[in-house]
T-cell receptor
């Protein structure tokens, strides 16, 4: 069964450092999402891509976060500089199209900022 | 804000049916009800979704009331591996953005 891949699974960094997360969606899925999940809460959408274009980044803290999906396949989420409050699980999801398809999630990257 | 209300936690005995309720009193006619679950330290897993009719798959059954203001996810024979946080989400069919609430933490007890 096809799955969303994410790496690394765990990342520990010091505040003010840069971190990057990678996501490879299910093959053929045009829509890709990045979510952030703080411990004890549900995931919150950070950014949504349709192919290589950003559809929604209204909740992305653009002063320190950036996301790209250059060829419309895999994607990278970057934080620079990391802050203590960025400690969370970062989840990637994908869906086949923008026409109401089910989202499938990857295993996530757990970030700890010291 | 999430458009659903779920109990924060529930217990269920292993082998018994787990019935997880969800209230979505402001649901619109074109909005689907989705259920996901998240086992500790993993990504959310899709379970089932529906619009009006009851739905069943290999994982669970979804019962939606006739007025669509509430629904119940049924795990017919809960196992210890079903211990997880279960999220009920209301989502428009034309949009993609899920809004997750805090969900229900289901504990299946031996």
């Amino acid at each position: 069964e096809a799955e969303v891949a994410q790496s690394p699974r765990y990342k520990i960094t010091e505040k003010s450092q840069a971190v990057a997360f990678w996501c490879d969606p299910i093959s053929g899925h045009a829509t890709l999402y990045w979510y952030r999940q703080i411990l004890g809460q549900g995931p919150e959408l950070l950014v949504q891509f349709q192919d290589e274009s950003v559809v929604d980044d209204s909740q992305l803290p653009k002063d320190r976060f950036s996301a790209e999906r250059l060829k419309g396949v895999d994607s990278t989420l970057k934080i620079q500089p990391a802050e203590l409050g960025d400690s969370a699980m970062y989840l990637c999801a994908s869906s086949y199209s923008s026409a109401g398809e089910t989202q499938y999630f990857g295993p996530g990257t757990r970030l700890l900022v010291l | 804000d999430a458009k659903t209300t779920q109990p924060p936690s529930m217990d269920c005995a292993e082998g018994r049916a787990a019935n997880l309720p969800c209230n979505h009193s402001t649901i619109s006619g074109n909005e689907y009800v989705y259920w996901y679950r998240q086992i500790h330290s993993q990504g959310p897993q899709y379970i089932i979704h529906g619009l009006k009719n009851n739905e069943t798959n290999e994982m669970a059954s979804l019962i939606i009331t006739e007025d669509r203001k509430s629904s119940t996810l049924i795990l017919p024979h809960a196992t210890l591996r079903d211990t997880a946080v279960y999220y009920c989400i209301v989502r428009p069919d034309y949009g993609q953005n899920f809004v997750f609430g805090p969900g229900t933490r289901l504990s299946v007890l031996p």
